[in-house]
């Protein structure tokens, strides 16, 4: 199946400072990529929905001027944590879409566990 | 909002087949049954999806009721590696393409 990366894998960073978190669609181009957030014991929430050159779609709730999302390419898509608190500390975890297995399939990266101390 | 109902947990007996139930009763009829599952601290992983028909691949089989207001996910012969977190989710093909995951049920298999 088709291969979606994240990096980094995990992160610590201090509180005000920024975090910026890349995820790749390995062996297919992605022209629709999606981030979630998790927290310890709960679902995937998603976040906002990234489409390659246009802005991202957030849900309700989630400030756009705090979590940017750039999907520059159809490879890459990058979640950047602005002025990160310690309640941003969560599991963000990002899916892809590969157009040609059809609009049903979502494969999930690893995920990249924030910390902000 | 999340449309599907699942149990909280579930034990199963490694070697034996794992049942997983899933009611989703105001499902609608372009709304497609998806399966993922979550090992811990990972990303949650394609299992399967079915419409109407029964569907089986090399994971594990669907088995979709006829009036399609539950279903049931089969790991035929379930390792300690099926340990994880399994989410039934109703998605449809047009134009929304936002899963919405709901709180899963916590499959524990038992050595």
């Known amino acids: 199946g088709a291969v979606v990366s994240q990096h980094p894998s995990w992160v610590i960073c201090k509180s005000g400072t920024s975090v910026k978190i890349e995820c790749r669609s390995l062996?297919?181009?992605?022209?629709?990529m999606f981030w979630y957030r998790q927290f310890p014991k709960q679902s995937l929430m998603l976040m906002a929905t990234?489409?390659?050159?246009?802005?991202?779609?957030?849900e309700q709730g989630v400030e756009k001027d705090k979590f940017l999302i750039n999907h520059a390419s159809l490879t890459l898509s990058t979640l950047t944590v602005t002025s990160a608190h310690p309640e941003d500390s969560s599991f963000y975890i990002c899916?892809?879409?590969?157009?040609?297995?059809?609009?049903?399939?979502?494969?999930f990266g690893p995920g990249t566990r924030l910390t902000v101390t | 909002d999340a449309k599907t109902t699942q149990p909280p947990s579930m034990d199963c007996a490694e070697g034996r087949a794992a049942n997983l139930p899933c009611n989703h009763s105001?499902?609608?009829?372009?709304?497609?049954v998806y399966w993922y599952r979550q090992i811990h601290s990972q990303g949650p992983q394609y299992i399967i999806h079915?419409?109407?028909n029964n569907e089986t691949n090399e994971m594990a089989s669907l088995i979709i009721t006829e009036d399609r207001k539950s279903s049931t996910l089969i790991l035929p012969h379930a390792t300690l590696r099926d340990t994880a977190v399994y989410y039934c989710?109703?998605?449809?093909?047009?134009?929304?393409?936002?899963?919405?995951f709901g709180t899963g049920t916590r499959l524990t298999i038992i050595p």
């Open positions: 899916s892809a879409r590969d157009p040609k297995t059809g609009p049903y399939e979502q494969y």
């Open positions: 990234s489409n390659e050159g246009s802005k991202a779609t957030y």
């Open positions: 062996d297919f181009q992605a022209t629709t």
């Open positions: 079915g419409l109407k």
């Open positions: 105001t499902i609608s009829g372009n709304e497609y």
């Open positions: 989710i109703v998605f449809t093909n047009f134009g929304n393409e936002k899963l919405t």
